[in-house]
């Protein structure tokens, strides 16, 4: 299973970013996607959570900027940030909560896509 994140760049403060992450190979289904975010310098972070029944969960700061979203038939998860802030910038990274099939049962395993950068100017 992988997953493969896009959308980051810079921006100026006030401006807008799309990032977008699609899950591929062999799984049974998505439980969960997400977005988490590492500062320099600073812990990796909860930004946004949604589940395959569409409930989503924001860290305080994004709570009406961003927005998170799912295509469940493309196995997309989108995040649209909006108003963005120099606070904001980071290495975002994709995450998802995958059921898959391993040796004669399945298991829910936690992957994690490649970082991508979102730098927000002041």
């Known amino acids: 299973v992988q997953l493969q994140a896009s959308g980051g760049g810079l921006v100026q403060a006030g401006g807008s970013l799309r990032l977008s992450c699609v899950a591929s190979?062999?799984?049974?289904?998505?439980?969960?996607m997400g977005w988490y975010r590492q500062a320099p310098g600073q812990q990796r972070e909860l930004v946004a959570t949604?589940?395959?029944?569409?409930?989503?969960n924001y860290e305080d700061s994004v709570k009406g900027r961003f927005t998170i979203s799912r295509d469940g038939a493309e196995n997309t998860v989108n995040m649209q940030m909006n108003s963005l802030e120099p606070e904001d910038t980071a290495v975002y990274y994709c995450?998802?909560?995958?059921?898959?099939?391993?040796?004669?049962?399945?298991?829910?395993?936690?992957?994690w896509g490649r970082g991508t950068l979102v730098t927000v100017s002041s």
């Open positions: 995450n998802a909560l995958i059921r898959v099939r391993s040796s004669s049962s399945y298991v829910n395993r936690n992957y």
């Open positions: 190979g062999s799984f049974i289904n998505i439980n969960s």
């Open positions: 949604i589940t395959s029944g569409g409930s989503t």
